[in-house]
């Protein structure tokens, strides 16, 4: 399902939870959750409605509980992939920044793929997904 990996609140307490007694600092300027992943199609935030498109849900781990916003479809919603993404090739892409400057994407509802080349159809082997976060300080 498409998604926002964390709600504004939860992308706080992922800082929290991983840098424990240094999040109160880091908290007090901008931050961003950045992600590495492939293969991935990708939503313009520009034409997302917030308090339309998202719904909030529990994201639970044995270890974590957070919360992500899942997307709800609508047809103004642009999308952007890779043709014949190659294993290789990522996107680097924001899951939050608390900048909230209105002119610049804040996340991006996001979406795994499988990806199969035309004249192969189907896909050859089960899609697998690489994922890297990355929490950035300024």
Request: charged share 30%; with cysteine; glycine share 2%.
């Amino acid at each position: 399902m498409a998604h926002v990996d964390q709600t504004l609140e939860s992308a706080v307490k992922r800082v929290r939870y991983h840098l424990k007694d240094e999040a109160a600092e880091l908290l007090k300027g901008r931050f961003r959750i950045v992600k590495l992943q492939s293969p991935l199609v990708l939503c313009d935030y520009f034409n997302v409605d917030k308090d339309k498109d998202l719904r909030a849900s529990d994201l639970v781990f044995p270890h974590y509980v957070g919360e992500q916003w899942y997307s709800h479809y609508n047809p103004q919603h642009k999308w952007f992939y890779v043709s014949d993404q190659q294993p290789q090739e990522c996107w680097l892409f924001k899951c939050h920044d608390s900048e909230g400057d209105p002119k610049k994407a804040a996340f991006a509802i996001h979406n795994s793929v499988d990806t199969p080349v035309p004249d192969r159809l189907p896909a050859p082997r089960p899609r697998e997904t690489i994922e890297f976060r990355c929490l950035d300080f300024y």
